[in-house]
């Protein structure tokens, strides 16, 4: 339960931490039957910011275009989709080099306080319209190669965090406060901590402030589970605080994946890494009972083909036996041989279907393991 306060409150700490502006065009792509769509278009509105409704996910490059879109909120599934595209095209037209050497030159510029970046990028910006600006990322982590690229290249991209029951945001970045793989610190009126954290910082977020939730709707004991005695929220979510007090999701107690000889893995670290490889357009990393010993857990991967890339002349005429072997291929060379032994994946499920997601484009991972149980798929 959600009250006039709670939201009212989110809006005011958000106007806080970001700059938006009456000149400013956002494309609408989240639902407003979620908090993370509902409290950010007030926020727009709040600021006198233009709305434009996205025609749908394959029309956001073109929408972006026709509306001269500066602003948008969004899931990084969409962003890291948006920039698998550039980079395709960079790659196409031979200017990777090109690209990475203006990178270098923009952030030594930009050391000494000169910002070039419109410039340097403007062909590479008009692919986006032209106008766009700032980009707030949320409902998952994002891959910090994409945002440091939307970052060099002149689009502020900042990464935020938060619950339904906290209205949705609890902290975030801003102009003056990035730092890459965080999401930011705590916005005004809101305090979080780390709840029992182990040997390496890491434990459960817990919060407090104006925008937690008056409870769950008819349901006192989850209430009492979720909000301690004291008024903290506990999240579920694990993370650590570093010492500029910026926050690190390391993942979803509930996700995580706990192997026999103690050590954990956070799945959404290890995809990340899936998810960089070209041919893939998503995954899901999961655990298996282990074939040897069915006390202990074997790190598996879902992944689904990306059949835009599927279709490049390096890949062109491949049977799918040959793009999932290629897929395994680089899964054991780029990321078995980057983690510690213990993260090593030793199992691909490959597929041609879109996993099973949320409306806010979350992959629902208890039914796509059911699916996987049931059907090896």
């Known amino acids: 339960m959600l009250s006039q306060?709670?939201?009212?409150?989110?809006?005011?700490?958000?106007?806080a931490a970001e700059k938006l502006y009456n000149t400013?065009?956002?494309?609408?792509?989240l639902p407003f039957h979620h908090t993370f769509g509902s409290t950010g278009i007030?926020?727009?509105?709040?600021?006198?910011?233009?709305n434009v409704f996205c025609d749908g996910l394959r029309h956001i490059q073109e929408n972006m275009k026709e509306y001269k879109v500066s602003v948008f909120v969004c899931v990084p599934l969409i962003l890291e989709a948006m920039h698998k595209r550039i980079l395709l095209e960079v790659k196409k037209q031979g200017k990777e080099k090109t690209i990475n050497r203006a990178k270098k030159l923009s952030n030594a510029l930009l050391k000494v306080g000169i910002d070039v970046r419109?410039?340097?990028?403007?062909?590479l910006l008009d692919k986006l319209g032209g106008n766009m600006r700032f980009v707030v990322s949320g409902a998952a982590a994002i891959d910090?190669?994409?945002?440091?690229?939307?970052n060099s290249w002149g689009i502020l991209t900042i990464q935020g965090y938060g619950l339904t029951e906290t209205s949705p945001v609890l902290c975030a970045e801003n102009e003056?406060?990035?730092?890459?793989?965080?999401?930011?610190?705590p916005l005004i009126d809101v305090e979080v901590k780390i709840d029992n954290p182990n040997e390496k910082g890491i434990g459960e977020i817990i919060a407090k402030g104006p925008n937690v939730m008056l409870g769950y709707y008819e349901n006192d004991e989850a209430t009492k589970e979720a909000i301690d005695d004291e008024g903290w929220l506990h999240t579920g979510d694990l993370a650590k605080i570093d010492k500029d007090g910026f926050i690190f999701i390391t993942g979803r107690q509930k996700n995580m994946i706990v192997l026999k000889n103690g050590k954990k893995i956070f799945p959404e670290e290890v995809e990340t890494l899936v998810n960089r490889i070209d041919l893939v357009e998503e995954c899901m990393v999961f655990g298996l009972p282990d074939e040897k010993d069915k006390n202990d857990i074997t790190l598996s991967v879902k992944v689904v083909l990306n059949k835009e890339t599927a279709k490049e002349e390096k890949y062109k005429g491949m049977s799918d036996d040959e793009l999932k072997d290629i897929i395994w291929n680089k899964i054991k060379t780029e990321v078995n041989e980057t983690v510690p032994r213990y993260k090593h994946i030793t199992n691909m499920i490959f597929s041609k279907e879109e996993l099973v997601k949320t409306t806010t484009k979350k992959v629902k991972r208890n039914e796509e393991m059911k699916k996987i149980l049931n059907n090896g798929l």
């Not at 306060?5 to 106007?15: F, G, L, P, R």
């Not at 419109?118 to 062909?123: E, G, N």
């Open 42 to 50: 007030i926020l727009m509105l709040n600021n006198g910011v233009r």
């Open 144 to 150: 910090k190669q994409v945002a440091e690229d939307f």
């Open 176 to 185: 003056k406060c990035l730092k890459l793989g965080s999401v930011g610190i």
């Open 24 to 29: 400013d065009v956002n494309l609408v792509m």
């Open 118 to 123: 419109k410039k340097l990028f403007k062909q």
């Open 5 to 15: 306060k709670n939201i009212a409150s989110n809006v005011h700490s958000m106007n």
